[in-house]
């Protein structure tokens, strides 16, 4: 299950196999904040746990990406298709952007903290790739903002790996895919990935 339908865009690509793909952004988008919030992933989360007790799991929140959904986000910032539209804000500045970014970041561990205790056995957090909030790119040292295809630094490629072990080990079942994916409708994902800033 997902906040962000990158998957649904990398889906011919990747060649991978799923038993079912929850897109949350289909019917948990919160318009006003431009995203799906991650309390609603959570108890979202709870439930397919419940739902498929023999099933890996891959959650994916979409905080602590932007948009900033946290007090300083909400005063400061404006829902925008991408973090550059956002910095030419003029009353934008770094300082700014790295209270945003670690409000965003507070509010989906503070909703993955809670989450931990409904789910079994093994659990991994870590995140898909980390964000450049002004540091100097390589090899041309630019400030950088944001995260994109081509670009390697410290900063977008090491994240977290936190390991937890709860319980027994869930025995996991396999079974043929019980949803395809043949029939989304790519406007429509491709408009959700520019909302988020993506290059489509």
């Known amino acids: 299950m997902s906040a962000n339908v990158w998957y649904l865009k990398l889906l011919d690509e990747l060649h991978s196999e799923l038993h079912k793909f929850i897109n949350l952004q289909d019917q948990h988008h919160d318009e006003e904040r431009g995203t799906v919030l991650p309390e609603v ?31 300083t986000g909400r005063e400061r910032f404006k829902v925008s298709p991408g973090l550059r539209e956002t910095l030419q804000q003029s009353d934008v500045n770094d300082e700014l952007l790295r209270t945003a970014y670690q409000e965003n970041l507070d509010l989906v561990l503070d909703s ?50 936190l390991v937890i072990d709860e319980g027994q080990r869930k025995e996991i079942i396999s079974e043929s895919p019980s949803v395809q994916l043949d029939d989304q409708d790519t406007e429509e994902v491709d408009e959700r990935l520019r909302q988020l800033g993506y290059k489509v």
């Open 112 to 161: 993955v903290a809670d989450l931990l205790p409904s789910l079994e056995g093994r659990t991994i957090v870590t995140a898909d790739h980390g964000e450049m909030l002004g540091e100097r790119g390589r090899p041309v040292p630019v400030r950088t903002y944001g995260h994109f295809s081509g670009l390697y630094h410290d900063e977008l490629v090491t994240v977290p790996w």
């Open 41 to 71: 992933v959570t108890k979202k989360a709870r439930s397919v746990a419940e739902e498929y007790p023999n099933k890996r799991l891959i959650i994916h929140y979409l905080q602590p990406h932007q948009p900033y959904i946290g007090p």
